[in-house]
């Protein structure tokens, strides 16, 4: 990537060859059978197995979170098509730590009315502090020292921090603080002591300090209420009133489960030369994840079926992971259970995770580290370059996206493997420049449904959605016929860069700091 922001241009496609291989004299790539794939592959097909995805969730209680129903009968769904279509298909078990809810939490404002329920989740409007046991509670909400409106600077707020800023709390209410200058435990701790039945505390109200951006800690057990982590927004509404009623639930469960990937591969092809394509199929629990990542899974799986019908040159691996909500475990499972031998045959490793997102931009891959200073593997400037000029040849914007760690091509960065692919964006706000280059609305996150219950069939973009299922078959066409564009991965590399952050697209690193 030249620079942050690509540039139109109306240049027509000509993707490069892979840097991991020797010049070739000649390559293999059939370029009628790249035109005819890129045509076969329509967004209105893709979009089909969107609604095959949302009529899963909705028969199986809103989710396709891994381990449940929901995700089984997307796994069943993507195998059997898969097999239809004459791939080898491998169902890969694997146990994981389920770190969830039984029941769905509940943050309600029931009085003043009209009554408000909030939604739960990471960048919505709260989430349970891990470490909160479980427990339901009723009552009159008592702010304890609040900053109203926040002070100029992070952490002028002391709310909570203290036991006299408990002075004259009712014992039964619910505990209302603000971050601020010292750490969840201690104001949780306080609240029990003063009789609190559960405790609310808002993020501080500054900027950078407004959302449900982080993921609160107590730090261990011995908590006796339960505890949840608002956006200030939500803090500043409940302190609003004086008299203010909640109701909250939180049932947590924490247990070892079994989920799955499920492997495609082409019956034809070198199987010593593989291109793998790769989309994690589960949801967060809290909704259908449509966007995130079905729209990533369908994406790889349309492609799939119309590339059952040709002969390429190399073989073509489809993975379509579980568990990548809890940290990448299904890629990670995968690339651990593959001897040396088998990781050198993989030639690049292409990852697609959100490519609909409604306010999208075009993201790129930074697989040459120029826009974000984080490189891939050599071989990963070449796979953005070629996604650069698939852009370019539509006439279309385009922009880099960082190898930050958060989704499955990171396993495969780790051992040395080429990676690249794209994504359309999640909670982090368009800015100005982006919306008048890709259109939309600045101020609003990219999908403002990440992680939410409102990522249904209606959070899709379908121009996102056509456009990138193009170029994933454009490139994957490219990479399985031309011969000269594949060569064996470099060996393992310990700390590849990317790989800082491993926690996933879901949970971010426990904060015990206010």
């Not at 730590?97 to 709260?126: I, N, S, W």
């Not at 799986?301 to 990448?328: D, I, M």
């Not at 990440?450 to 454009?474: E, G, P, Q, R, W």
Request: proline share 6%.
């Amino acid at each position: 990537m030249r620079s942050l922001l690509g540039a139109i241009t109306v240049a027509a496609v000509a993707l490069s060859p892979l840097a991991v291989a020797a010049p070739a004299e000649a390559h293999g790539r059939d370029d009628a059978a790249i035109r005819k794939l890129v045509k076969d592959v329509s967004g209105k097909n893709v979009k089909k197995h969107l609604k095959a995805f949302q009529a899963i969730a909705d028969a199986n209680g809103g989710t396709r979170v891994s381990s449940s129903p929901g995700f089984d009968a997307s796994r069943d769904y993507v195998a059997r098509k898969l097999r239809a279509a004459g791939y080898q298909v491998t169902i890969q078990p694997f146990e994981f730590t389920f770190d969830g809810y039984r029941t769905p939490p509940v943050l309600k404002r029931t009085g003043p009315a009209p009554e408000k329920t909030y939604t739960y989740g990471f960048f919505q409007d709260y989430v349970a502090m891990a470490d909160s046991p479980s427990g339901s509670a009723s009552g009159t909400i008592q702010p304890v020292d609040l900053v109203l409106p926040p002070g100029a600077a992070a952490n002028t707020s002391t709310s909570g921090c203290e036991a006299s800023d408990f002075a004259g709390f009712v014992p039964g209410n619910v505990a209302l603080m603000q971050r601020g200058t010292c750490n969840f435990r201690v104001k949780v701790d306080n609240a029990i002591a003063a009789g609190a039945k559960a405790a609310i505390v808002f993020n501080e109200g500054q900027e950078g300090r407004t959302e449900v951006d982080l993921n609160p800690t107590l730090s261990g057990p011995g908590v006796t209420i339960p505890a949840f982590f608002t956006r200030f927004s939500v803090g500043q509404e409940l302190a609003a009133a004086a008299g203010t009623t909640v109701q909250l639930n939180w049932d947590p469960v924490v247990e070892q489960r079994t989920t799955y990937n499920v492997i495609a591969q082409t019956r034809k092809g070198d199987p010593d030369h593989v291109v793998m394509l790769g989309a994690h199929l589960d949801s967060v629990q809290e909704g259908p994840g449509i966007n995130d990542n079905g729209s990533g899974s369908a994406g790889i799986l349309e492609v799939a079926l119309q590339f059952a019908r040709t002969k390429p040159k190399n073989a073509v691996r489809f993975a379509f992971w579980g568990a990548e909500e809890f940290g990448l475990l299904g890629s990670e499972h995968y690339v651990a259970s593959l001897t040396e031998e088998e990781r050198a045959k993989i030639a690049l490793y292409l990852n697609f995770d959100m490519i609909a997102s409604p306010n999208y931009t075009f993201g790129i891959y930074d697989g040459d580290g120029d826009a974000f200073g984080t490189a891939g593997p050599a071989g990963s400037d070449v796979i953005e370059e070629d996604f650069e000029k698939f852009f370019a040849g539509r006439g279309l914007p385009h922009t880099a996206t960082a190898f930050t760690g958060r989704s499955d091509y990171g396993p495969f960065i780790a051992v040395g493997i080429p990676s690249g692919g794209l994504f359309t964006g999640a909670e982090v706000l368009k800015t100005e420049e982006e919306a008048a280059i890709f259109g939309g609305t600045a101020g609003i996150p990219l999908d403002p449904c990440y992680h939410s219950v409102c990522d249904t069939i209606a959070n899709i973009d379908d121009k996102a959605l056509d456009v990138n299922s193009d170029a994933i078959a454009a490139l994957t066409a490219k990479y399985a016929f031309d011969t000269g564009a594949i060569g064996t991965a470099p060996a393992p590399a310990a700390g590849r860069a990317g790989q800082a952050e491993r926690a996933g697209h879901t949970h971010k690193p426990a904060d015990a700091a206010s």
